[in-house]
């Protein structure tokens, strides 16, 4: 009977050890991310992490190669883009990060700047993919994105360069100062901004321009240290 006492209070000590001492094995606390919809975005050189976009109650804005509108996983119609757009940054005044696909028209993705531009966002932040970099495998690599500023009257008087992208026969063609550029020659004309005190560019693209090109002239012009203005009509 003694002997029997002697295990059982061995055996509630340990319960007692296990149940009040925290475990050194325990598993660190997994994010909860961000659900949504898988596209294929431009790769840029200049982004910056974004981790907050990966937060379950980001703002998130994807569109399409063929156009189409979520945010998360909820497909948002053309016509209620404004309002459901108004509604969210008016309630939360979030940022807001567009993820746009490479492939997409630049049209598709300015109805959504059009509509941000309209609930009184002025700098959303665009989702970019990343050179280069492949995640090691059990981790996560935070998102990675650019700034940019959606025009004003005011931006677009103080540009120091106007960046033109229109659409032709041959493929999407470049002016820099209503000068043709060659695309192989756009870092190289836009490397005077490095000296230039306001350094802010007005980027004006046909709506028939694919995306990526868009996104290109953006990654050239933070790379030359100007800020982009970019037109959403």
């Known amino acids: 009977m003694k002997y029997m006492l002697e295990v059982s209070l061995v055996a509630l000590t340990l319960v007692e050890a296990v149940t009040s001492s925290p475990s050194k094995q325990s598993s660190p606390e997994i994010p909860t991310l961000q659900p949504g919809i898988r596209v294929e975005m431009a790769a840029t050189s200049t982004a910056k992490p974004v981790p907050d976009a990966d937060q379950l109650d980001a703002f998130v804005l994807t569109v399409t190669d063929r156009g189409s509108v979520y945010e998360g996983t909820n497909a948002i119609a053309a016509s209620e883009l404004t309002q459901e757009i108004n509604h969210r940054f008016a309630a939360r005044q979030q940022q807001l990060y567009i993820k746009a696909d490479a492939r997409t028209p630049y049209a598709n993705v300015s109805r959504v700047l059009q509509a941000a531009q309209a ?25 990675e994105g650019i700034e940019f500023s959606l025009t004003s009257n005011a931006q677009s008087n103080s540009a120091s360069a106007v960046v033109e992208i229109f659409n ?22 836009l490397g005077h901004l490095r000296q230039n005190p306001s350094r802010k560019v007005l980027v004006n693209a046909d709506g028939e321009t694919p995306f990526a090109q868009v996104v290109r002239v953006i990654d050239a012009c933070r790379s030359s240290g100007a800020k982009v203005v970019l037109t959403s009509q």
């Open 119 to 143: 609930s009184g966002i002025e700098s959303p932040i665009l989702l970019t993919a990343q050179q280069g970099v492949a995640a090691a495998p059990g981790t996560i690599t935070p998102p």
């Open 168 to 189: 032709s026969a041959a493929g999407p063609r470049l002016k820099i100062n209503h000068q043709e550029t060659p695309w192989a020659s756009l870092e190289t004309a």
